[in-house]
């Protein structure tokens, strides 16, 4: 009898197991991620790459590219906490070359991720990219939308999941603050533009299922960021807006990097309507979203304390990680 009790208890304990991973199998996570100067080693004649030379001032040999290489996969894969990324969006990489070694020369080759790239005309050479698994995510369509005075462009990518939900992605990498009011109404020019791609598709389906993922360069309650007429969360209004994923991160004070010795938001995930409400399909809430603030991504800094693990502590290769921290997104069936 006691054993009949402890076979049963064990079916029920392997059942339940089998019943979590299903559960974990349906989500879809997105991965937004400034990896922070993610170049190779050779010379583009046309960009300002210099500095990411062997023969440059940061003394950008092979191996400390291999070093960054592997300290992205690494995070990557550490962020995921058993099930990677089906989606990465990624800025400050700078170019094709430097993705490929990332998703087929790591531990990331076994998943099977496709690159969307396109060449931007910034004068670095840093781009956005999208990376997805091929067996879980198939783009339809992608496009880099230009943007009337700006260097960097806006990804734009559509495709389709194994369930069949279409999604929409945006991957953003808005101009710095330097250059104060100048610079904010760069991002409001760009954010204009985004509204305009993010309003066309709602003219077309106000169900639309919209993902916006970047480094905006700027807070969650913006200036730039109120131009895409972004709601709170909290705030139906219904489909055929934007939700604010960050805000309530913003709110409990949590951050991407760590500037003047505090901890702010600029890494953003906005979504649409959709996918907060629908009550069929890919859905995701308030506790879909996290910052991947893991101990191996951090340093103690003298005069900062806590602070962000970079490639380089000013001019010194210490051979870190990046200045921003990733962000998750899990969406849930």
């Known amino acids: 009898m006691i054993a009949d009790y402890q076979d049963m208890k064990n079916i029920f304990v392997i059942l339940l197991m089998i019943f979590v991973n299903s559960l974990h199998a349906q989500d879809f996570k997105v991965m937004f991620y400034n990896v922070e100067n993610f170049f190779d080693t050779e010379d583009d004649p046309n960009t300002n790459d210099d500095d990411f030379t062997p023969e440059g001032t940061n003394h950008w040999t092979y191996r400390r590219f291999i070093q960054k290489r592997n300290n992205i996969y690494k995070t990557i894969i550490a962020a995921g906490k058993g099930h990677v990324p089906h989606v990465i969006g990624l800025c400050e990489i700078e170019n094709r070359y430097v993705l490929r070694q990332l998703t087929e020369q790591t531990p990331l080759s076994k998943y099977n991720y496709g690159i969307v790239h396109y060449d931007s005309p910034d004068r670095r050479g840093i781009d956005v990219a999208l990376v997805y698994q091929k067996d879980s995510f198939d783009v339809i369509v992608s ?123 600029i890494d953003l995930f906005f979504v649409s309507g959709n996918l907060l409400f629908a009550e069929t399909g890919l859905r995701c809430s308030a506790g879909s979203i996290e910052i991947f603030k893991a101990g191996f991504l951090l340093e103690t800094s003298p005069g900062e304390g806590e602070a962000l693990k970079r490639t380089y502590r000013g001019p010194v290769y210490v051979g870190g990680f990046s200045d921003h921290l990733p962000v998750i997104l899990t969406f849930s069936k």
Request: proline letters at 3%.
């Open 143 to 265: 496009k880099a939308h230009k943007v009337p005075g700006q260097t960097r462009d806006i990804l734009y990518v559509k495709g389709k999941t194994n369930d069949n939900d279409t999604l929409h992605f945006f991957v953003n990498h808005w101009t710095s603050k330097w250059g104060g009011a100048a610079s904010e109404n760069s991002r409001i020019a760009i954010a204009e533009v985004l509204k305009h791609l993010v309003d066309s598709i709602f003219d077309e389906n106000a169900n639309a299922n919209i993902c916006v993922m970047g480094d905006f360069n700027d807070y969650p309650d913006s200036k730039p960021v109120q131009t895409l007429n972004v709601k709170p969360m909290h705030t139906n209004a219904g489909n055929g807006y934007l939700y604010n994923m960050s805000l309530h991160l913003q709110d409990d004070k949590q951050g991407s990097i760590k500037y003047q010795n505090k901890w702010e938001l």
